[in-house]
């Protein structure tokens, strides 16, 4: 008897190649639920769906990437494609509903009338935006690559390593990325060196935390970047950890979303200048003062998780957890 349940017990492990196909399976039927919809274009939340689902199917081909033998038509590179175009009509949707509820009720008449120009030419260009996300999703390239994930799902083919139990591999699946985060260079943005020890600059004002965006602000974006793919790999392996996992996994999630803020504040600010042709804080000098203290804001929250994970003990507590999977959770037994 007892023999029997183990036995039953360890065919019931969840291997590498296991977990590779549910994780593709999973976001794969997500992405594509939204197809019709975001073609109809009746909501906007369809399209960010997809995007997202996209967003994960490409987590899972990278993070799978070592034990996965995929068609060349299903890479992470033609993953990325569709969702980049994707991305750029989502991006438009972000601004057209931050500039219409979240900034025009607060801005005198005449900022309004600015504004009111500046949304009609959004809406032109999130009609460009829409024909291409159509064009995509109907051409040749999207169908080759869905049709390529329905293939392989139906007879997966992997590597070597597929039969190697999930739980033993998963701190070499997620340690590389985890550390690439850790060492990115926008960790040292404003702050200085004393005494041989890292320290956040905390005295500066809001003028100069625009100054330091203005001259480096692309590499928070770039670090932004690498917490979302971070993000989306620790999502895929929430079932074998903790608590204090997913205490870490919000924590990458805060990182992406202050920074975010940040970026979609920048990218804002941009667009409006450029339609403008002139000062911002002249033309819109309201609104250019509200872009301002929520980059401020924003900048105060990073800082916050800056001197986090800064912080050796906290960065050597996540490595810990991470080699540390409950093996148990990797076992389901009905």
Not at 20 to 34: G, L, N
Request: charged residues 30%; aromatic residues 8%.
């Amino acid at each position: 008897m007892n023999i029997k349940t183990s036995a039953k017990v360890k065919s019931q492990v969840k291997t590498l190649g296991d977990a590779a196909s549910e994780a593709i399976e999973k976001y794969f039927r997500k992405s594509v639920a939204h197809e019709a919809e975001v073609i109809k274009d009746k909501d906007a939340e369809e399209l960010h769906q997809m995007r997202v689902g996209l967003r994960r199917l490409r987590s899972a081909v990278t993070g799978f990437a070592p034990v996965l033998d995929l068609p060349k038509e299903a890479s992470e590179r033609k993953i990325g494609k569709v969702g980049r175009v994707l991305g750029t009509l989502r991006d438009l949707d972000v601004m057209l509903e931050s500039l219409q509820n979240r900034y025009y009720p607060n801005l005198p008449a005449d900022e309004q009338e600015v504004l009111d120009k500046a949304l009609l030419n959004l809406l032109k260009q999130r009609q460009r935006a829409l024909k291409g996300v159509r064009a995509v999703l109907d051409g040749k390239t999207y169908q080759s690559l869905k049709q390529s994930i329905e293939d392989w799902l139906e007879k997966p083919q992997y590597r070597a390593i597929e039969h190697l139990p999930i739980a033993e591999v998963l701190p070499d699946l997620l340690l590389p990325q985890v550390s690439e985060f850790f060492l990115h260079p926008a960790w040292l943005l404003g702050t200085e060196y004393e005494e041989g020890k890292v320290k956040v600059a905390d005295d500066l004002n809001a003028e100069a935390v625009e100054e330091k965006l203005a001259a480096e602000g692309t590499i928070l974006h770039d670090l932004r970047k690498q917490a979302k793919r971070v993000r989306y790999l620790m999502n895929l392996f929430g079932d074998f950890y903790g608590e204090t996992y997913e205490v870490y996994v919000e924590d990458v999630k805060a990182v992406q979303e202050c920074l975010g803020d940040i970026q979609d504040s920048e990218v804002l600010g941009e667009f409006l200048t450029d339609f403008v042709d002139r000062d911002l804080k002249k033309e819109l000098p309201k609104l250019a003062d509200i872009l301002a203290k929520n980059r401020y804001a924003a900048w105060q929250k990073w800082q916050f998780l800056q001197r986090r994970y800064l912080n050796s003990e906290i960065r050597k507590g996540l490595r810990s957890v991470l080699i540390h999977p409950v093996v148990e959770d990797a076992v389901k037994v009905d």
